[in-house]
Each structure stands twice: as structure tokens, then as C-alpha cells.
């Protein structure tokens, strides 16, 4: 049987079963009836051995030469480079690579410690970290991580992207938001002093000062935040009447702020900001005082009302005081009202024979009285 082994491969010629040495390119002639066999493979990548022994081929000079045999163990990860470029990650256990055509070089990894160092892996080349082995920690603008391996805390991590082995440790980040927080108490229920139930939402800003201090005291400082703020406002509230709390609406906020204030050290964090942004009443409350407000206001009116008439009849007593001590004056007047007429008198008709201009004289000027 003829067979042709091109440039870039090779043959495992075998007798009865029997490796017995390598060919290369050329032209060769076998007889299987007398127990030949040739496999040929190529010599690129990965070495295929037709499943042949790696020892009983690692004894022929001529495989070993042509070939780059690594084991890896099971604690580390093989980079593996072909002509000077990084390729691929290979995992734990035995590799065998035609070192040919090809210049193959790998390079072992211990994957026991912690942080992945530029030293062991380039940065341009962590895409191709199997995900299985590492974690990925991103902190962004405005938060802070706090980084646990093995359940113990190694160290506060700002604002940045980093990468840790998962081979060996068990690595955790608790990530925390370091920006200012709003915090909204809505519809709280509370009675005054006088028994009357009335509904307040609050509004607190805060934002997180001691991520350490924090996760070792508690997991939401939110919840305790708005559960404390409950409990002051019951109390400052429930020591007033109605009308004394919508008058110092301002002062709730004050005093809440003041409180929660004194108590930044033990919940970790920064009050910027306490105050009320509605105080709801019941429907009946709000029905009465709205009706004690219209009272309010139409006697306010009433009283305008009043002040403006006095100022008014004031203003015409005044005027025909003037008038009644000056002629011209009265003759000013009298003109401006038939002016005032005139402009809203849409046709004058006038009787009689006469010159039209006099007619009208006469119904303007004042008639002239003998002496």
C-alpha cells in the first residue's frame, strides 16, 4: 500500500502492532499482509499519538525532539505562548506540543495565592483566565469594598478593578456606597397630645462614613436609620397639642436632626439632613380648620372692605370741600362728568332752531345770571 507524507506531517510506522519508528515527508510502500501500518498526523498544536504509549514515543530521539512535554499540576495554570504571543490558559495536567513549525513555550502559574499580579499574568492577557479560577472585584466612583478571603478581612479596597485567585481561597467583597443617601419615612402615624392622629413623612440624608465600623455593628444601617427616626418623632410629637405642632413644624425637624445627630458614631454614618415634608391631618381636622380659615379670611376682607369705604367717603368729602370754595374747580368737575357721559352716549339729538355749536354751549356753560 503507497502512502504520501506531506512537509508538515509525519508517520507512526507500527509492525503487528509494534511502534517501531518515525517517518517524515516522502513516499513509502507498506504491505498491511505483512503487518505494516503507518498513522500519520500533523505536526501543529497539539501532538496526537493515535493512541500510542507517551512513554514507549518519549524513548524514539527523533519524537522527543520534535516535541515540548509539560506537566502541570494540579495547583497551577500553564500561559501558553506561540511564536512570542500568548495563546491560551492551559489547566492542570499533562501537555505535549509539536515544537516544529511552531516555537511553543509555556509558562507554569501558581494559582494558590491571592491578588493576580501584572508580574504573573500581563494585564492584556487576563481576558483569557479561565472564569472558574479568578474573580473579578469592580469598585466604582463613590463606593468602597471591604475584601474577605477565606472569610477574613484583608483589607478596604477604593475605587478601582481588581482580580483575585479562586483556585485555593474563598474571596468575597462587600460593596458599599459612600455617596448621599436619601432616606424617605412616609406616612407615619402618631397622636398628639390631645389625642389627635396625625400623619407625618420625614426626609433624612446620610451617607456612610465607616464601612469597617459598620459591617462589623450591623448589615443595613437603612432600616435601623428609619426605625430610629420613628421612635424620636413619636416622641417629640406625642408631648404637643395639634395646634402647637403645625405651629412649629420647623422646630420637629430641628429637634430630630439634633438627635440623630448625636448619634452618627454608633450607626457609622454622616447626618446631613433631618426634616418634615408634610404633616397630613384627618379629614374631619382638615374639614374644621378649612372652615376656620374662610371665616378668618372674610373677616379679614370685610374688614379691607371697610377701611376702603372710610378712605373712599374720606376722599369725596375732601373733594367737595374744594369744590364748594372754588368755582372753577365745580365748573372742572362738571365739564369731566359730561365728558364721561359723552363718551358713553352713542347719538345726541337736539331740538329746536339755532346754531348746533351754541345748543351744545348752553348745555355745557352755566347760563349767566343778571345782577
Known amino acids: 500500500m503507497n502512502y504520501v507524507i506531506k512537509e508538515q506531517e509525519c508517520g507512526y510506522l507500527l509492525k503487528n502492532g509494534i511502534f517501531k519508528k518515525m517517518l517524515f515527508a516522502g513516499k513509502y510502500t507498506f504491505y498491511s499482509w505483512m503487518g505494516y501500518d503507518l498513522k500519520i498526523v500533523s505536526m501543529t498544536g497539539r501532538v496526537d499519538t493515535q493512541g500510542l504509549p507517551v512513554e514507549l514515543l518519549m524513548k524514539n530521539p527523533e519524537f522527543r525532539s520534535r516535541v515540548l512535554r ?10 501558553h505562548r506561540v511564536n512570542d504571543v500568548y495563546q491560551q490558559m492551559i489547566l492542570g495536567g499533562e501537555v505535549l506540543l509539536w515544537n516544529v513549525y511552531e516555537s511553543n513555550e509555556i509558562r507554569l502559574i501558581d494559582v494558590t495565592g491571592t491578588r493576580i499580579t501584572e508580574e504573573q499574568v500581563p494585564q492584556i492577557y487576563w481576558h483569557l483566565l479561565p472564569a472558574s479560577l479568578y474573580k473579578k472585584i469592580v469598585i466604582k ?8 478571603i477565606d472569610s477574613r478581612y484583608v483589607e478596604q479596597l477604593d475605587c478601582g478593578t481588581y482580580y ?4 485555593a481561597h474563598e474571596v468575597d467583597c462587600r460593596i458599599y456606597n459612600l455617596k448621599i443617601q436619601q432616606l424617605e419615612i412616609s406616612g407615619q402615624e402618631i397622636l398628639s397630645s390631645d389625642k389627635v392622629g396625625i400623619r407625618l413623612n ?3 440624608s446620610y451617607r456612610i462614613t465607616d464601612p469597617l465600623s459598620l459591617v462589623q455593628k450591623m448589615d443595613m444601617p437603612g432600616k435601623l436609620l428609619y426605625t430610629k427616626i420613628q421612635f424620636l418623632a413619636r416622641e417629640y410629637v406625642g408631648q404637643y397639642r395639634l395646634d402647637e405642632l403645625l405651629a412649629q413644624k420647623e422646630a420637629i425637624g430641628k429637634h430630630l436632626f439634633e438627635q440623630m445627630k448625636a448619634l452618627e458614631h454608633e450607626y457609622c454614618v454622616e447626618i446631613l439632613d433631618v426634616g418634615i415634608k408634610d404633616v397630613i391631618l384627618p379629614g374631619e381636622i382638615r374639614d374644621i380648620m378649612n372652615t376656620v380659615l374662610v371665616a378668618e379670611k372674610k373677616a379679614q376682607a370685610n ?3 371697610r377701611r376702603e369705604e ?18 372753577i374747580l365745580y365748573r372742572l368737575k362738571e365739564l369731566e362728568y359730561v365728558e364721561r357721559i359723552c363718551d358713553k352716549v352713542g347719538t345726541i339729538s337736539l331740538n329746536g332752531a339755532g346754531n348746533i355749536l351754541e345748543q351744545l354751549a348752553e348745555l355745557t356753560l ?6
Open 141 to 148: 466612583n463613590g463606593e468602597s469594598g471591604l475584601l474577605y
Open 202 to 204: 420625614i426626609l433624612c
Open 164 to 167: 483575585y485567585w479562586t483556585y
Open 70 to 79: 509539560i506537566l502541570i499540576p494540579d495547583h497551577c495554570i500553564g500561559m
Open 310 to 327: 372710610v378712605a373712599s367717603t374720606r376722599s369725596l368729602l375732601n373733594t367737595a370741600k374744594l369744590m364748594e370754595e372754588n368755582q
Open 366 to 371: 352755566p347760563k349767566k345770571t343778571g345782577v
Open 303 to 305: 374688614v379691607i372692605m
